[in-house]
């Protein structure tokens, strides 16, 4: 048996020896990458698109139309998986099997009568996986360089950002509450708890016990 | 009963694990539960730290895409350790590295210095192991798997598998207390 200093130490050796939080997104980010390009293909075999635009500007209509059609043949890209006994390569290849043929649509007919007003913004894109990889990173360094300020700025900008849309929000999550708990600010408890009730197995949830345990 | 689910997304992909209890174990879940796991066998394995994500990467590739096919006949862990190998084989360094200097580098302010150095320490004696007594204290006394499972996992004897660990934890604490005495200058 080995011995209980010898165990303290590989206990307390053991999360530092995985992956810290910034590396636990990239990897999930770079899997999503991967087996969003496998995921089923796609049979697309006949679209007609018809968009329109209606655009209602200080009490007059302009009234943008587009109307276009196309014919498509189309497949996602078809993955070569391995063998059962063997384990893919890195990066996983992909093979591109299926031609996707589309005819050349007919000219577009496009009617247009703009007001002189200036438009609306444009409905907010979503947030994209890799945007919200840049801020998980930048949150992450600056925990380490223990700017608490400017964690807090970006987790900010990825709330505007995400708008409840994101696929880190638990990471997210656990950084802000963290610093929370860093900064003494009895709100972490708060968060703490509404992260439990909505990730209750979470894998962050032993980094937040040892980071928030000092408060009351 | 293994269910699937029709989303191939990462989310919303389920398997009902056959042994002990019910429940649904999405994709999300094993990613979450087991990355560290994952990640520190491939270091045990002898992949290098600045591969770590690739491989760890292409180690859930492979879960993402056989998960569905887990029916819960062997632990989890023990599975997973069957495709963290073959992916590890794939990516093992050629040449040991004198020592493990990039833990120190991720090391964050608000860790306990202590437990980064202790990480340091642990990760160097780990290197100068041979490959059969590492793996073998990892699974052991960092991931805590039985003697038994982890001779299920390596494909070896259950005695073979206590002789390395016991070699490998006379040679973990030889090295612990010589690096020690080093520290306080003897």
């Known amino acids: 048996m080995i011995d209980a200093q010898l165990r303290a130490l590989l206990d307390q050796s053991r999360d530092a020896l995985g992956p810290d939080r910034a590396a636990i997104a990239r990897v999930r980010h770079a899997v999503g990458m991967k087996v969003g390009v496998a995921a089923a293909p796609v049979a697309i075999k006949a679209i007609a698109i018809k968009l329109a635009a209606v655009v209602v500007v200080g009490g007059s209509v302009a009234a943008v139309a587009v109307e276009r059609s196309h014919r498509m043949v189309a497949t996602a890209p078809e993955i070569q998986l391995a063998p059962e006994h063997e384990v893919v390569d890195q990066p996983t290849p992909v093979h591109i099997e299926a031609p996707i043929h589309e005819a050349a649509p007919p000219p577009a007919r496009v009617v247009t009568r703009v007001a002189p007003q200036a438009l609306p913004p444009p409905a907010p894109t979503p947030i994209t996986l890799s945007r919200e990889t840049e801020l998980v990173d930048a949150a992450t360094r600056a925990m380490r360089a223990a700017k608490l300020d400017e964690v807090r700025s970006i987790i900010a900008t990825y709330q505007r950002e995400a708008a409840g849309a994101g696929q880190l929000a638990k990471e997210i999550s656990a950084i802000e509450i963290e610093a929370l708990c860093r900064a003494a600010n009895p709100d972490a408890l708060t968060k703490l708890a509404a992260f439990d009730a909505r990730w209750p197995r979470a894998g962050q949830r032993s980094r937040l016990t040892a980071a928030c345990k000092g408060l009351p | ?186």
């Open chain 2, 1 to 186: 009963m293994v269910s699937r689910t029709n989303a191939p997304d990462m989310t919303t992909l389920a398997v009902s694990l056959e042994s002990g209890s019910a429940n649904a174990l999405t994709f999300d879940e094993v990613y979450e539960q087991h990355v560290g796991f994952v990640w520190r066998v491939l270091r045990s394995l002898g992949v290098e730290q600045a591969q770590l994500e690739d491989a760890a990467q292409d180690v859930f590739v492979v879960v993402h895409r056989k998960l569905r096919d887990f029916e819960g006949r062997s632990q989890l862990t023990t599975w997973l350790f069957a495709i963290t190998r073959k992916v590890a084989a794939k990516h093992r360094r050629r040449v040991r590295p004198a020592a493990s200097a990039d833990l120190m580098s991720t090391a964050d302010p608000f860790r306990d210095t202590a437990r980064a150095e202790a990480a340091a320490l642990v990760a160097r004696i780990l290197d100068g192991m041979d490959d059969d007594k590492r793996i073998v204290f990892a699974l052991v006394e960092l991931e805590r798997e039985s003697v038994a499972e982890v001779a299920r996992m390596l494909g070896i004897n259950p005695n073979t598998a206590s002789s390395r660990l016991r070699l490998a934890r006379e040679e973990f604490a030889a090295a612990v207390k010589r690096e020690r005495a080093k520290g306080r200058g003897r």
